[in-house]
């Protein structure tokens, strides 16, 4: 029988999924190192989402909802360590999935993020995951096991490029290539190899053609892109419905035009709810977006021999530190020790004025005081200008602290927008256009 | 200190941060003035806050501390009370000595061992009330004065979950039904 070690690429190297077990129903599932208790953060929690329905599709496709992973290393944040585990829960209910890598016949080494229609996207830094691997997967090669790379089929020009250098000589290794747009090419190429080679036999089908979810998904869009295009055609008023909505934005007023899409949207007439679906698709046009916020994090630290309290009466300058952005969707944590305070800036990269507003918020911290947790600011904004919020941390600190930091640009000044910044609008906005970002920054007492 | 933190409004809760503020710029300022070696030093409120408000365990010197003076931990005791979220008391009427979790107003403990590695066991936190305060902090404090802080993660889906060893002094402490605990 075919065994096969499933690698899980990552930028720190590779990992070895040595176990995998269901749990009670009642706990969540966990990936822990190494056999021990230590449960891995934040992976466990995304991992648990990953196979429970609904959000999830391991049980959906296995039938359990609980499982225990034990990997031979940490997998920070992200989503490319999904197919490598979505490949373990294959093999495993095929009981081939090997527990140590000696008993393996064949070595899977997989990245690749999966939806919940089981595509499978493309992934950041595969080249530099490939070649962190380059050495396990050749001592793999000598001692005789089949070595085999399956990954998303956009990231194909990056393993070929990485295949194709002679000096990591990975290229005489790899035995198979398996570039996949969906979990469905995952275990139709692994059919051959596993025990049940008939479609459908158990677990998962072989793909075939236009039978995939995604599929039918497709067509169901197609289907509605058509009737919106019949119905459309005898319609301005789905237009005027737009021209209304967009009205509302330029005024600024979103809380009315939420209600009003939230109204049409259940409401009979077919062409307004259609004008709805569409209209998220163009609301942002002519508008801010993303790319013309630069929203930056900076440590403010005492100098050399000097403290925050000779900062704090000013008989020091604060050095200040630029905070990087990860690709989470957080700041880098910054280490408390000799942190005198923090300050976020949101600027106009673009090339037209917006309205900008900046808010930092506390989380999960029983800090109350304004300069401690916090604030709002907002302004029009030329291009290049900034605007800047300021927390002190107090040296008394100890607890944790997490700071939410959230940016919005417009191309008016919305009352609504300064009412969701300053927290007396009780419910987010997430209106269509809007351009908005959201980062979150911790503050540790110790160094993890 | 006859209100607890959580029964303080908005402003109380400011002034008090008024307060740990100059008192720790007055620390900053006195303690180029301090020796810095610990031998033969003595401990006091300010350490036991550090240990209360916290997510470190005691040094050796303040667990030796702890278990030697007995007005020490009486001290810890009620500063524990103040700052916690939630105290489970001693579990009472349970012949056995052990238990397999602690219900409260608002929370739940419950220990599950693992169906996968038996060894290992799972603590789960769970709040009744979705609005509920989320702690930070597991505290214990077993019957022979020996006090211990575990950090607690981010809860998922109105619970917290902890994966320790069966022998681990968290699960030890919590299945014993004379240890006190504490969420804060």
């Known amino acids: ?448 | 200190m006859t209100d607890s933190w959580k029964s303080l409004n908005a402003e109380e809760k400011q002034a008090v941060e008024e307060a740990f503020t100059a008192l720790s710029i007055f620390d900053d300022l006195g303690n180029g003035a301090k020796a810095e070696d610990g031998w033969g030093r003595t401990f006091g409120f300010r350490d036991i806050y550090a240990f209360a408000t916290g997510l470190e365990a005691p040094t050796n010197a303040l667990r030796e501390a702890l278990l030697r003076d007995r007005r020490l931990r009486s001290d810890l005791d009620y500063l524990l009370d103040k700052v916690s979220l939630y105290r489970f008391p001693k579990v009472a009427a349970a012949s056995s000595g052990a238990v397999e979790g602690r219900t409260g107003e608002n929370y739940r403990i419950r220990l599950k061992v693992s169906r996968a590695a038996p060894e290992q066991t799972y603590v789960i936190i769970e709040f009744d009330d979705p609005t509920v305060k989320v702690p930070a902090a597991l505290f214990f404090r077993k019957p022979d004065g020996e006090y211990g802080v575990h950090p607690l993660p981010e809860p998922k889906d109105g619970a917290i979950q902890i994966l320790a060893d069966s022998g681990s002094g968290l699960v030890t402490a919590i299945s014993n039904v004379d240890t006190e605990v504490y969420l804060r």
């Open chain 1, 1 to 448: 029988m075919n065994l096969f070690s499933v690698i899980i690429a990552t930028t720190d190297g590779p990992v070895q999924v040595q176990r995998l077990a269901k749990e009670d129903p009642d706990v969540h599932s966990v990936i822990c190192l190494n056999g021990t208790s230590e449960a891995l953060r934040p992976i466990s929690g995304a991992y648990d989402d990953f196979v429970r329905k609904p959000t999830g599709v391991i049980e959906r496709e296995f039938g359990h909802p609980v499982y225990r992973m034990d990997i031979s290393g940490r997998v920070s944040d992200g989503r490319s360590w999904q197919l490598g585990v979505f490949a373990a829960h294959f093999l495993h209910n095929r009981a081939q999935l090997a527990e140590r890598s000696e008993d393996a016949t064949h070595v899977l080494w997989l990245t690749g993020e999966v939806n919940n229609s089981l595509d499978v996207g493309t992934v950041e830094h595969v080249a530099e995951k490939l070649e962190r691997s380059a050495e396990m997967l050749l001592k793999f090669a000598a001692s005789g096991q089949k070595v085999i790379l399956a990954f998303p089929r956009g990231n194909k020009g990056e393993v070929a490029r990485v295949l194709g250098e002679k000096k990591t000589g990975l290229a005489m290794a790899v035995i198979e290539q398996w570039p996949v747009v969906n979990t469905k090419d995952l275990t139709g190429a692994l059919a051959p190899y596993t025990k049940d080679v008939l479609p459908g036999s158990t677990g998962l089908e072989i793909p075939v053609a236009g039978n995939t979810r995604a599929g039918w998904f497709r067509l169901a869009w197609v289907a509605c892109a058509l009737i919106v295009a019949v119905v459309g055609f005898a319609g301005w008023n789905m237009l005027g419905e737009i021209t209304r909505w967009r009205a509302m934005a330029a005024d600024g007023v979103y809380d009315k035009l939420l209600q009003d899409l939230k109204t049409t949207k259940t409401g009979t007439c077919m062409t307004c709810r259609a004008a709805a679906a569409i209209y998220p698709v163009v609301a942002g046009f002519g508008k801010p977006g993303k790319r013309d916020i630069e929203l930056t994090a900076s440590e403010l630290r005492a100098p050399y021999k000097r403290t925050c309290t000779s900062v704090r009466f000013a008989t020091a300058s604060p050095e200040e530190r630029p905070v990087l952005t990860q690709h989470d969707g957080r700041f880098a944590a910054s280490s408390a020790k000799g942190l005198c305070g923090l300050v976020y800036r949101l600027r106009n990269s673009g090339s037209q004025p917006f309205y900008g507003w900046l808010s930092v918020r506390v989380r999960s911290s029983k800090l109350t005081r304004t300069s401690y947790s916090g604030g709002t600011e907002h302004a029009l904004l030329a291009p290049g200008k900034a605007i800047s919020v300021s927390v002190k941390i107090p040296n008394w600190l100890r607890s944790d602290v997490t700071y939410t930091v959230h940016a919005i640009a417009d191309g008016v000044a919305s009352e609504d927008v300064t009412r969701l910044m300053t927290g007396s609008l009780s419910r987010r906005l997430n209106a269509p256009g809007l351009g908005e970002w959201a980062l979150m920054h911790e503050v540790r007492l110790t160094e993890k």
